[in-house]
């Protein structure tokens, strides 16, 4: 090992930047190691020998501006870009949503190359949020250069969207020059090696087991009922007239563990939609789920869920709902209501070109884990099964993904929708699959709904064995 990388392992310790023994993590597991690089901007050594180690990493790359996520590569990439002499740009860290404010500071033309330096990786995501920022405003990223690699697979994951990643140490590094030193016993050397060999993100549970470990009475129940009726297709029914609805719902019943509405596309929606639908859900055993997608403050939603023409709080047990207005919309649905109902949030969406990026996708999910009582799971989608997977992993294993734009013929609609096949969807780690006009618009929609059940149950029932 090139005497530049031994010393800074041997230094980053001497520091404490580097510790062994027992330490508690956020997430409630203990680690046999911690790195925290933040206090190394006060050793001019230390961050001179890492300039020069970055510089050397940096020679065969091609890049037009570097960056260093901030705050601990921020100083970093900004000593790099003096010695290369290449211009430094940086995402401001406290701007919450593009278009409020300038995103990124510096100079740079759009289409150029940005590189992207950072202390450490662990899991990834902070690598696509940053680079999601920059190819915002416009820049190309193709590299990131870490300094420690701490992570199980993060070159595979950067590679999942095209990123490159090299780094400058590796965990085994640290481990071979501090065992040397005799600054790390054998017995913990290897706790830190089988630590880092265990994926960060556990994979998903068998469903049974899953089942088992959710309290939330309302996500129990929808995963009762695809046990129960041996299906994990919700119908997606977006017909404008009843008579075709319920033709439709009256053959696909038996299938479908639930039906989705858009309740206002019904061109004669009266009185006696609901009473009607509801005895067929009873007669079928299937549950009734409004895609409302509901979006605005608290004080509206309560009223557009429970009050007007459609009253959807009165036989929608479930509902979909957008977190662009915040947290508190959850509390204007589900607040100081009698029934229980429940929700699923729009995580990521099928539709092409749409708004929603890796950053909001974190911030929902993190709202839903800890509104478990009334947010049932996600509606999601991703544009493989690699990306379905990095997204599935994130979503708790008590919760539900439920994912639409799936379809067994076709690959898009010319308006925008994008569809997955069952298999991807499933295999990505969809609970369940939405669809709509691959049973709506056949000629004989029961056979259809039979189709899909089939091959979305098969595939889940194959993962879950
Ligand atoms: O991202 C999304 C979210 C939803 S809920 N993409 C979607 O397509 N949906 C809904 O799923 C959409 O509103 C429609 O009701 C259904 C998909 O219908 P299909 O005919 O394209 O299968």
Redesign the pocket.
């Given at each position: 090992m090139e005497t530049g990388k031994k010393t800074l392992i041997l230094d980053l310790h001497k520091i404490g930047a580097l510790k062994f023994g027992e330490f508690k993590l956020k997430s409630g597991a203990t680690s046999p190691f911690y790195i925290d690089l933040r206090s190394i901007i006060s050793y001019p050594a230390i961050i001179k020998n890492i300039v020069s180690l970055l510089k050397a990493e940096l020679a065969d790359k091609k890049f037009d501006v570097i960056t260093g996520i901030p705050y601990t590569a921020l100083p970093l990439a900004a000593q790099v870009s003096v010695e290369i002499d290449t211009p430094l740009v940086y995402q401001r860290k406290e701007v919450k949503a593009y278009g409020t404010g300038k995103l990124i500071e510096g100079h740079f033309k759009e289409g150029q190359t940005c590189l992207i330096i950072d202390d450490l990786i662990t899991t990834g995501e902070s690598k696509f949020e940053a680079a999601e920022g920059m190819e915002h405003a416009g820049l190309k990223v193709h590299d990131f250069v870490c300094l420690i690699d701490r992570s199980f697979n993060g070159e595979e994951i950067l590679a999942t969207k095209g990123y490159k990643l090299s780094s400058i140490i590796t965990v085994e590094d640290m481990i071979s020059v501090l065992g040397a030193e005799g600054k790390l016993d054998v017995e913990l050397a290897q706790k830190v090696r089988e630590f880092v060999a265990t994926p960060v993100d556990k994979p998903l549970k068998k469903f049974a087991d899953r089942v088992e470990s959710t309290t939330s009475p309302m996500t129990r129940k929808l995963m009762d009922a695809m046990l129960r009726k041996q299906s994990n297709l919700v119908l997606?029914l977006?017909v404008e007239d009843t008579a075709s609805f319920f033709e439709i719902l009256e053959a696909a019943g038996p299938e479908i563990f639930m039906v989705?509405t858009?309740v206002d596309i019904m061109k004669d929606f009266n009185g006696s939609f609901v009473p009607r639908l509801k005895a067929l859900a009873e007669r079928h055993d299937f549950i009734i789920f409004e895609?409302r997608?509901f979006a605005d403050i608290g004080s509206t939603v309560r009223k557009q869920f429970r009050s007007g023409v459609y009253k959807i709080a009165d036989w929608a047990e479930y509902v979909?709902v957008h977190m662009i207005a915040g947290e508190a919309i959850l509390d204007g649905l589900f607040g100081d209501l009698e029934i229980p109902r429940s929700g699923f949030l729009?995580a990521?969406?099928?539709?092409k070109g749409?708004l929603i990026s890796e950053t909001y996708t974190r911030q929902v999910l993190e709202v839903g884990k800890r509104r478990k009582e009334c947010v049932s799971g996600y509606?999601g989608?991703g544009a493989n099964v690699d990306d379905i997977k990095r997204f599935r992993n994130k979503i708790p294993q008590d919760q539900l993904l439920l994912m639409?734009?799936?379809?067994l013929d076709t690959k898009g609609?010319g308006l925008g929708?994008q569809?997955l096949t069952v298999e991807d969807a499933i295999e990505g780690g969809a609970d369940a699959i939405?669809?709509?006009?691959?049973i709506?618009?056949s000629a004989d929609p029961g056979a259809e709904a039979k189709r899909y059940r089939e091959a979305a149950w098969n595939a889940f029932q194959s993962k879950n064995k």
């Open positions: 997606s977006d989705k858009h895609d997608k979909t729009l990521r969406m099928s539709a749409n509606i989608h639409p734009g799936v379809n609609d929708q569809y939405i669809v709509g006009r691959g709506v618009a």
